[in-house]
């Protein structure tokens, strides 16, 4: 009896000692974390934010090749998420759109150079979640060379300006060709 005593003290003490200790130590580490994360996102902030104007910046080359300098033209409009006058020295040559359309595995994120013409120069695809090998073909030059040239409204497989889809991948051609028709028609209303 004596025995069983001191075996049901020594649990009772057990389970009544307080488990504070650990939660502390998991708010030190938590605050640690924390504290880390913050001064990496800190020291590279800037250095991530000057990669993506850069990456940005070689976008707008690509589509517009003559240009040498970007400036932003004040513009809100469906799709369309920034528009740059583009200009060698002083001479405005056409304008850049940035523009994200709805393809058929999500966004799609690309940039639309327009000459004074109101006609495409390029498009290069900045970003995509296509599916590889199918989706992913609006990608490839062979079919984004097809909407150089147009004007207007571009239809894919149907109407008088219209240019093909890519085999397969009907959806993401569609999605591209909304968004180099919402370029357009923001130059187009610059007037």
Do not use: C, W
């Amino acid at each position: 009896m004596r025995l069983r005593g001191k075996r049901e003290a020594a649990a009772t003490a057990l389970n009544k000692q307080p488990a504070v200790h650990p939660v502390f130590i998991l708010i030190a580490i938590i605050a640690v974390t924390v504290i880390l994360l913050g001064l990496v996102n800190h020291f590279t902030a800037a250095r991530i934010e000057g990669i993506r104007e850069e990456r940005a910046y070689r976008s707008m080359l690509a589509v517009l090749p003559a240009a040498d300098i970007f400036t932003p033209v004040p513009y809100t409009g469906n799709k369309v998420e920034a528009l740059y006058g583009a200009y060698s020295g002083t001479e405005l040559l056409g304008h850049v759109a940035a523009v994200t359309a709805q393809g058929f595995g999500g966004e799609i994120s690309m940039t639309v150079g327009v000459d004074l013409d109101g006609k495409v120069t390029g498009v290069d695809i900045v970003s995509h979640s296509e599916t590889p090998g199918v989706g992913s073909a609006v990608t490839e030059q062979d079919f984004l060379s097809r909407f150089v040239g147009k004007s207007g409204t571009v239809t894919v497989n149907a109407g008088g300006n219209r240019i093909d889809a890519v085999t397969g991948a009907t959806l993401s051609s569609k999605a591209v060709a909304a968004g180099v028709n919402a370029a357009l028609s923001a130059v187009a209303s610059l007037g």
